[in-house]
């Protein structure tokens, strides 16, 4: 024995593509919890499947993780159904890289993830592989159990009804972070007049307490609405509001603490130098990923 530490093969691949699949089933599913358990799920059948038989590990590895999302995003879709309140994806506190990924920042930003909900399980599965992942149409329809024609118009399909829904336009990181900065001292000021002058006439606001925490049971719209749900409503007690910037999904946001224990996360969408659209989590469940960083990757 030479002491060196090996591992096999099969651990060597899928460790190799651990952050690739996450990001699959996560961007799937919009729960890192779920994307887990999609793992653990690949991983016991990656175990069993004959390597000598596979010619390309990533695509094979791609295609368990897709099917096991697709299973699990048909049942947690019923399950969604019976939620209290509107729902929101569950934020990940991602690395520095990501926000340098245009591309992927723009897939995983709350803007998008609530667009993809929109879609049929077997729509958003064909329109992330093949628009996010650049997944070829033959690997999709093995994963999917389609064909490859019917893949094509699937995701022809999806295609134009995510962009007629996507955001219009795109910021930099440092216009959006100027935003949450502006955003984070109206919060913690309480000026009505500063959060009218940030917000868009058209805002939309989301949040989420799953029934836990108190928030709005259907979306808020309109600037003066939004505003006076924050300095009437959730915000409007003897606590001490405090935020902190962080980077949720790739891109700028504020942890919200009251007392110092974390309250939600919100994250923003920012066009032409307003806000046009808040996601507030405040579900305690869906904040475990805020707290250590998370890897995710298109590659």
């Known amino acids: 024995m030479n002491g060196e530490h090996t ?3 099969a651990t060597d691949s899928f460790v190799a593509h651990r952050n690739l699949l996450f990001t699959v089933a996560y961007e799937m599913l919009g ?4 994307a887990e358990d999609v793992l653990q799920e690949t991983w016991l059948r990656w175990t069993g499947v004959d390597l000598e038989q596979v010619r ?3 695509a094979y590895l791609v295609r368990i993780t897709t099917r096991q999302a697709l299973n699990r995003l048909r049942t947690v879709q019923r399950r969604r159904e019976a939620y209290v309140g509107p729902w929101l994806p569950e934020p990940l506190l991602t690395t520095p890289d990501v926000a340098e990924d245009v591309e992927l920042t723009e897939s995983v930003s709350m803007a998008m993830m609530l667009v993809l909900e929109t879609l049929t399980p077997t729509e958003r599965a064909v329109f992330v592989l093949r628009e ?21 118009q ?4 999806a295609r134009r009804h995510v962009d007629a829904r996507r955001p219009r336009t795109t910021v930099s990181a440092r216009e959006a972070r100027a935003v949450v900065d502006s955003f984070r001292r109206a919060l913690e000021t309480r000026d009505p007049q500063d959060f009218l002058d940030l917000l868009a006439p058209d805002i939309v606001l989301v949040s989420d307490g799953g029934g836990i925490k108190r928030a709005a049971l259907r979306p808020v719209v309109g600037a003066d609405r939004v505003t006076r749900f924050y300095l009437g409503g959730t915000l409007k007690h003897d606590a001490t509001v405090t935020t902190e910037p962080t980077v949720v999904n790739g891109a700028p946001a504020l942890a919200v603490l009251l007392d110092g224990e974390l309250d939600g996360v919100m994250a923003l969408r920012v066009e032409d130098g307003r806000i046009s659209g808040l996601y507030y989590v405040r579900n305690p469940e869906k904040l475990t990923h805020v707290m250590a960083e998370t890897s995710l990757t298109l590659r």
């Open 132 to 152: 996010v992942f650049e997944v070829g149409y033959d690997e999709i329809a093995a994963a999917v159990d389609k064909t490859p024609a019917a893949v094509r």
């Open 56 to 58: 390309d590990r990533r």
């Open 31 to 34: 729960s890192a919890a779920d």
């Open 154 to 157: 699937i995701a022809h399909r």
């Open 7 to 9: 591992t096999d093969p």
